[in-house]
């Protein structure tokens, strides 16, 4: 026998090892909770039944919603994903200035809640909004020719939230790519546009086509924005059925629905992975450390420069500017006198011992579900992408379709699963980390994928050979190449787990408040004003971390 | 290690005291009433019975209702003591047996129209939809008075959905009930009166001038005339729909004598008196409502049917959904 194979072979058993685990991990975590929810979709009085699901076809409105799910989906998708890559490309490939400031500001709406950004972006563009009354004033209109409450709006407040997402997964793509293959493509006389769509395109397809997916199924499963927009307008989707189907309340038809969009949601996801399999020729052997050469634009630099600025101001700035303003502001839609300013709402808040449990539990449960989610997730990357092994693909699937679960149903089987003995974790804060793995693994499979897609496998090969077991050829070279992509996926799943709602408000218990049912109880009350004034805390801890980090590593982590 | 354990073994000691001298006994609450008013009631409460803790869970009334719901099924309902805007939700708690009877002496005043006759809940605050109005829009004198004249504003008036809100759905109960069928409600879809989620989004909506009137709860617009807001209300004259938000004790709290100190406390007129502070109306007659409120017996309301609307919870909201949403 040859020591190669040796080498294979213990590598192989050390693969199962971590496969088994993930497996059963995910079989308690993942598969038992949602298999319940399944049942209940089966389940009516007298037993099994199909009558829930036949009753969700024989409404027109839910037809209509499902039909409304899926265009404004696809279109907020179509959107996030063009400006997305767009503004990737420009950040991180070009001689544009102020770089590391742009990015910040682009990626500020993500952290904030998306109950409160679409607050926001009523108070600008609301009948009696900022804007519409600016506009109204200058012309001497009735009215503002724009309805934030409208399908319209639900698009666009949609793309602007989910656009974050392909932001950060491009980028990360973008910079770890082999700049020797653009410099090829220009030596060998392609132009820079040439090259950028015959050379870079194809090269961060992957990642495209992932983030696409996740902004896809956070578009379609996401239910504060089209509830609040899309509500007045008597616009539906499948997402605020459920939740009527829930306060009517029926169950089994709420679960059918659930299952409905779970497998809506699932077919841009076989569809993904059926495009995945012909396309391992574009990996890309990325060994060496590379600092992406960046694209002059010569004169057009700054016209180049204002346009981003616009965007970020738009996407990101204005309604946070909005929702700072709400924050001082004695009661929602005073008019902005000085005499109606206070600073009250955040004196009541630094003295509430609440919220400063709520921020604690928070950060806890952020860091913690980013990294057991990361750590699985590079795992199980790891195994289907480039061990290929067998099952590891299944296991992929199992951690990606709770993306397609509602929040509220995630929520659902955290209670049903996790509130008998023998583990009770309901009424603790650890049901709200359970959901929230749940809720995440996605996110980081699905970028930990993109990120190993670009590394090719021959440098892992090189390693082996040159004598490096399995666990060294990870620790040497898989983890420090996949770093930076690792790291983009963290902040992915950390921002959003920092002012988690919809799952947090339905496992809650008194003493494990998080920062987002604070921030929603407020809101729920009328107190817009201090739920503008605690997102807005939440949005400068993020920032003060973001500036730690950054310091810490000397500028290599960020947002 | 020996000395790790001896450590672990005096915290242990001292956790085990600490709980058994602080904490005699908690009350856990689920409820509705605002976070400010609802922990100051935990406060005071706290301050009168030593060795007692009380801990606020406090959401918006549906989500309660669906975290109660949620725990019965699934083995058990966690709160000592629940205190809800949805007050047919509690036939329905009583009719499934989670709830534990209790005759508060403290009960006695509170009118018999508003507490169960065998003790399962006791109203303990008034509540009431009324018609609101921005006062830029609508001067004294030409105020709506019916909820017929509310329909006349249009898209210019709103209310809240009975899906989310509770105490909306208690209207739809009333307006229903009166055996006026769904006649309103239909004519309110024609006129366009929007349907928004839940009261805060309503009054929000009507302070900031979107709306001109709206059907919308009495102690919201009380307080968003304190911070200021060109707001008023109008008691209508076919009558408000008065909501008693009760307060019960839910079957199997181990803490029973605790709840029973708590509900006394609620409906007790130091209780009252925390409530009226915040522009909600007592159920007690020996309490002074706020200033410029009426007494709860002076107040024309439309009868609510409780028990069918508790009974018929989806028919009515499915009901509503079709003629409003669809």
Same mark, same amino acid.
């Given at each position: 026998?040859?020591?190669?194979?040796?080498?294979?072979?213990?590598?192989? &058993?050390?693969?199962?090892?971590?496969?088994?685990?993930?497996?059963?991990?995910?079989?308690?975590?993942?598969?038992?909770?949602?298999?319940?929810?399944?049942?209940?979709?089966?389940?009516?009085?007298?037993?099994?039944?199909?009558?829930?699901?036949?009753?969700? !076809?024989?409404? &027109?409105?839910?037809?209509?919603?499902?039909?409304?799910?899926?265009?404004?989906?696809?279109?907020?998708?179509?959107?996030?994903?063009?400006?997305?890559?767009?503004?990737?490309?420009?950040?991180?490939?070009? &001689?544009?200035?102020?770089?590391?400031?742009?990015?910040?500001?682009?990626?500020?709406?993500?952290?904030?809640?998306?109950?409160?950004?679409?607050?926001?972006?009523?108070?600008?563009?609301?009948?009696?909004?900022?804007?519409?009354?600016?506009?109204?004033?200058?012309?001497?209109?009735?009215?503002?020719?724009?309805?934030?409450?409208? *399908?319209?709006?639900?698009?666009?407040?949609?793309?602007?939230?989910? !656009?974050?997402?392909?932001?950060?997964?491009?980028?990360?793509?973008?910079?770890?790519?082999?700049?020797?293959?653009?410099?090829?493509?220009?030596?060998?006389?392609?132009?820079?546009?040439?090259?950028?769509?015959?050379?870079?395109?194809?090269?961060?397809?992957?990642?495209?086509?992932?983030?696409?997916?996740?902004? !896809?199924?956070?578009?379609?499963?996401?239910?504060?924005?089209?509830?609040?927009?899309?509500?007045?307008?008597? !616009?539906?989707?499948?997402?605020?059925?459920?939740?009527?189907?829930?306060?009517?309340?029926?169950?089994?038809?709420?679960?059918?629905?659930?299952?409905?969009?779970?497998?809506?949601?699932?077919?841009?996801?076989?569809?993904?992975?059926?495009?995945?399999?012909?396309?391992?020729?574009?990996?890309?052997?990325?060994?060496?450390?590379?600092?992406?050469?960046?694209?002059?634009?010569?004169?057009?630099?700054?016209?180049?420069?204002?346009?981003?600025?616009?965007?970020?101001?738009?996407?990101?700035?204005?309604?946070?500017?909005?929702?700072?303003?709400?924050?001082?502001?004695?009661?929602?839609?005073?008019?902005?006198?000085?005499?109606?300013?206070?600073?009250?709402?955040?004196?009541?808040?630094?003295?509430?011992?609440?919220?400063?449990?709520?921020?604690?539990?928070?950060?806890?449960?952020?860091?913690?579900?980013?990294?057991?989610?990361?750590?699985?997730?590079?795992?199980?990357?790891?195994?289907?992408?480039?061990?290929?092994?067998?099952?590891?693909?299944?296991?992929?699937?199992?951690?990606?379709?709770?993306?397609?679960?509602?929040?509220?149903?995630?929520?659902?089987?955290?209670?049903? *699963?996790?509130?008998?003995?023998?583990?009770?974790?309901?009424?603790?804060?650890?049901?709200?980390? *359970?959901?929230?793995?749940?809720?995440?693994?996605?996110?980081?499979?699905?970028?930990?994928?993109?990120?190993?897609?670009?590394?090719?496998?021959?440098?892992?090969? *090189?390693?082996?050979?040159?004598?490096?077991?399995?666990?060294?050829?990870?620790?040497?070279?898989?983890?420090?190449?996949?770093?930076?992509?690792?790291?983009?996926?963290?902040?992915?799943?950390?921002?959003?787990?920092?002012?988690?709602?919809?799952?947090?408000?339905?496992?809650?218990?008194?003493?494990?408040?998080?920062?987002?049912?604070?921030?929603?109880?407020?809101?729920?009350?009328?107190?817009?004003?201090?739920?503008?004034?605690?997102?807005?805390?939440?949005?400068?801890?993020?920032?003060?971390?973001?500036?730690?980090?950054?310091?810490?590593?000397?500028?290599?982590?960020?947002? | 290690?020996?000395?790790?354990?001896?450590?672990?073994?005096?915290?242990?000691?001292?956790?085990?005291?600490?709980?058994?001298?602080?904490?005699?006994?908690?009350?856990?609450?689920?409820?509705?009433?605002?976070?400010?008013?609802?922990?100051?009631?935990?406060?005071?409460?706290?301050?009168?019975?030593?060795?007692?803790?009380?801990?606020?869970?406090?959401?918006?009334?549906?989500?309660?209702?669906?975290?109660?719901?949620?725990?019965?099924?699934?083995?058990?309902?966690?709160?000592?003591?629940?205190?809800?805007?949805? @007050?047919?939700?509690?036939?329905?708690?009583?009719?499934?047996?989670?709830?534990?009877?209790?005759?508060?002496?403290?009960?006695?005043?509170?009118? @018999?129209?508003?507490?169960?006759?065998?003790?399962?809940?006791?109203?303990?605050?008034?509540?009431?939809?009324?018609?609101?109005?921005?006062?830029?829009?609508?001067?004294?004198?030409?105020?709506?008075?019916?909820?017929?004249?509310?329909?006349?504003?249009?898209?210019?008036?709103?209310?809240?959905?009975?899906?989310?809100?509770?105490?909306?759905?208690?209207?739809?109960?009333?307006?229903?009930?009166?055996?006026?069928?769904?006649?309103?409600?239909?004519?309110?879809?024609?006129?366009?009166?929007?349907?928004?989620?839940?009261?805060?989004?309503?009054?929000?909506?009507?302070?900031?001038?979107?709306?001109?009137?709206?059907?919308?709860?009495?102690?919201?617009?009380?307080?968003?005339?304190?911070?200021?807001?060109?707001?008023?209300?109008?008691?209508?004259?076919?009558?408000?729909?008065?909501?008693?938000?009760?307060?019960?004790?839910?079957?199997?709290?181990?803490?029973?004598?605790?709840?029973?100190?708590?509900?006394?406390?609620?409906?007790?007129?130091?209780?009252?008196?925390?409530?009226?502070?915040?522009?909600?109306?007592?159920?007690?007659?020996?309490?002074?409502?706020?200033?410029?409120?009426?007494?709860?017996?002076?107040?024309?309301?439309?009868?609510?049917?409780?028990?069918?609307?508790?009974?018929?919870?989806?028919?009515?909201?499915?009901?509503?959904?079709?003629?409003?949403?669809?």
């Amino acid at each position: 026998m040859n020591p190669d194979t040796a080498i294979t072979r213990r590598s192989i &058993d050390v693969r199962y090892v971590f496969m088994a685990i993930v497996g059963l991990f995910f079989l308690a975590v993942i598969v038992y909770p949602l298999s319940l929810v399944m049942i209940k979709s089966f389940s009516s009085e007298a037993g099994f039944t199909l009558e829930n699901y036949a009753k969700i !076809f024989s409404q &027109d409105a839910n037809i209509r919603a499902l039909w409304n799910s899926v265009w404004v989906s696809c279109l907020s998708t179509l959107i996030c994903v063009a400006a997305g890559t767009i503004l990737a490309m420009l950040i991180v490939r070009t &001689d544009i200035p102020y770089k590391s400031w742009l990015r910040m500001l682009l990626l500020l709406p993500y952290g904030i809640p998306p109950f409160i950004g679409a607050m926001a972006w009523a108070q600008l563009f609301g009948p009696v909004g900022y804007a519409s009354k600016l506009y109204m004033s200058i012309t001497g209109a009735m009215f503002a020719p724009w309805n934030i409450y409208s *399908a319209a709006g639900v698009v666009l407040v949609l793309a602007v939230y989910q !656009f974050p997402v392909v932001f950060i997964t491009v980028s990360g793509a973008l910079g770890r790519i082999d700049t020797s293959l653009e410099e090829a493509a220009r030596m060998s006389g392609a132009g820079p546009f040439r090259t950028l769509i015959d050379v870079t395109l194809p090269l961060i397809t992957p990642a495209i086509t992932a983030s696409a997916l996740l902004a !896809f199924v956070g578009c379609i499963s996401n239910f504060g924005i089209p509830a609040l927009l899309g509500f007045r307008a008597r !616009f539906f989707v499948l997402t605020t059925r459920i939740y009527s189907a829930l306060s009517i309340p029926d169950m089994p038809l709420a679960t059918a629905m659930a299952i409905l969009l779970a497998i809506i949601s699932g077919i841009p996801l076989i569809l993904e992975r059926r495009l995945e399999r012909g396309k391992s020729k574009y990996t890309v052997i990325a060994g060496k450390s590379v600092r992406p050469q960046t694209m002059s634009f010569g004169g057009w630099r700054i016209p180049v420069f204002i346009l981003v600025v616009l965007v970020a101001l738009f996407a990101g700035v204005v309604p946070l500017l909005s929702m700072l303003l709400t924050s001082f502001l004695k009661y929602w839609g005073a008019p902005l006198e000085l005499a109606n300013m206070t600073s009250s709402h955040y004196k009541y808040i630094l003295n509430l011992p609440m919220v400063t449990r709520a921020f604690r539990n928070s950060v806890f449960l952020a860091v913690s579900a980013a990294t057991i989610t990361m750590a699985v997730g590079a795992l199980v990357s790891y195994m289907s992408v480039r061990a290929k092994i067998k099952g590891a693909r299944t296991l992929d699937f199992i951690g990606t379709i709770p993306y397609a679960v509602p929040c509220t149903m995630v929520a659902i089987a955290m209670i049903l *699963a996790w509130s008998r003995p023998p583990v009770v974790l309901y009424g603790t804060i650890w049901v709200i980390l *359970a959901a929230y793995l749940v809720r995440y693994m996605p996110f980081s499979i699905r970028t930990t994928n993109a990120t190993l897609q670009q590394v090719h496998v021959s440098l892992e090969e *090189a390693a082996r050979v040159s004598g490096a077991g399995w666990t060294q050829t990870m620790r040497d070279i898989v983890m420090p190449l996949i770093r930076p992509g690792l790291v983009a996926g963290w902040i992915l799943v950390f921002m959003p787990a920092l002012r988690e709602l919809t799952m947090s408000v339905l496992l809650w218990s008194q003493g494990a408040e998080t920062m987002g049912v604070v921030i929603y109880n407020m809101q729920d009350a009328g107190y817009t004003q201090i739920a503008a004034a605690l997102s807005t805390l939440v949005l400068l801890v993020i920032l003060a971390g973001n500036a730690v980090v950054r310091k810490l590593s000397k500028g290599e982590i960020s947002i | 290690m020996k000395k790790a354990s001896l450590i672990g073994l005096a915290l242990a000691l001292l956790l085990s005291i600490s709980t058994g001298v602080f904490a005699e006994s908690k009350v856990l609450l689920y409820t509705s009433v605002p976070l400010e008013l609802a922990t100051n009631f935990a406060d005071e409460f706290m301050k009168a019975n030593r060795g007692t803790k009380v801990e606020v869970f406090r959401a918006g009334s549906t989500d309660v209702v669906n975290k109660i719901w949620a725990e019965a099924e699934a083995g058990g309902v966690r709160a000592d003591v629940i205190w809800l805007a949805d @007050a047919a939700s509690y036939y329905a708690f009583k009719d499934k047996g989670l709830l534990h009877p209790y005759k508060s002496p403290e009960a006695e005043l509170v009118p @018999a129209a508003i507490k169960d006759a065998d003790g399962y809940f006791t109203g303990a605050r008034m509540i009431n939809m009324v018609i609101g109005i921005n006062t830029n829009f609508i001067k004294k004198g030409s105020e709506p008075t019916t909820w017929d004249d509310l329909l006349k504003f249009g898209p210019r008036a709103a209310m809240a959905d009975p899906l989310y809100s509770g105490s909306n759905f208690t209207v739809a109960a009333a307006f229903v009930g009166k055996d006026n069928g769904w006649s309103w409600y239909e004519k309110a879809r024609k006129a366009g009166t929007q349907v928004l989620r839940g009261n805060s989004d309503v009054s929000r909506g009507l302070a900031a001038g979107e709306f001109a009137a709206c059907m919308v709860l009495d102690y919201m617009i009380y307080d968003l005339q304190k911070s200021g807001a060109p707001v008023d209300f109008v008691w209508p004259t076919d009558g408000a729909v008065s909501i008693p938000s009760p307060v019960a004790i839910i079957k199997g709290s181990k803490n029973v004598e605790a709840s029973k100190a708590f509900v006394d406390f609620t409906l007790s007129k130091k209780g009252q008196e925390l409530l009226v502070k915040d522009g909600v109306i007592p159920v007690r007659p020996d309490v002074a409502p706020p200033k410029g409120m009426p007494t709860a017996d002076k107040i024309k309301m439309i009868p609510v049917p409780f028990q069918w609307a508790a009974d018929n919870a989806s028919t009515i909201r499915e009901t509503f959904e079709k003629i409003m949403h669809q």
